[in-house]
């Protein structure tokens, strides 16, 4: 037998002690895990997302090009629709956003009768040239956003949004 004998108080004191430890990490264990486990989870498929245009049928006249891709939000998987407007510029396909840089809307390509040649976004009376450029005396402050393309087996691969390069 020791020599070193515990009070009552001290066996108390360990005791709560260890029951708090035991109770935090349990309050904390779940919190820890809902913050690094996204992080450790495997993500599937690519930057880009395949559409059903084929690269051949592009032609110089801008097309809508709608595209859907699941969206993870946590614990929750839903499609998501998005749409470009695609072209043809010599040898380079050029994607556009259709969100407009004033307010979000969605512009359209020939979608005003007195510009017939230019994106127009009917919220606000606001314009782009087909390079995606903003008209100047027109609502937006900025040029469209331009989507990242690639071509693969004849299809055309639609990827993230950047700054427009053509501008």
Not at 91 to 116: F, M, R, Y
């Amino acid at each position: 037998m020791s020599n070193n004998r515990v009070s009552r108080r001290q066996f108390l004191n360990y005791t709560l002690t260890g029951v708090g430890g035991f109770m935090a990490a349990g309050m904390l264990m779940p919190m820890l895990r809902f913050a690094v486990d996204p992080v450790l989870q495997k993500h599937e498929g690519g930057d880009y997302i395949p559409t059903d245009l084929k690269v051949a049928d592009i032609t110089e006249e801008p097309t809508r090009v709608d595209f859907t891709f699941e969206q993870v939000d946590a614990w929750y998987t839903s499609d998501v629709t998005n749409s470009a407007w695609v072209y043809r510029d010599g040898d380079q396909i050029v994607a556009l956003s259709p969100v407009c840089k004033h307010l979000g809307c969605t512009v359209n390509w020939a979608g005003s009768e007195e510009h017939p040649h230019e994106f127009y976004c009917p919220c606000h009376g606001g314009r782009y040239e087909k390079n995606g450029q903003n008209v100047k005396g027109t609502p937006p402050l900025g040029p469209l956003d331009e989507y990242q393309v690639k071509e693969q087996d004849g299809l055309l691969y639609i990827g993230q949004t950047r700054p427009n390069t053509l501008v």
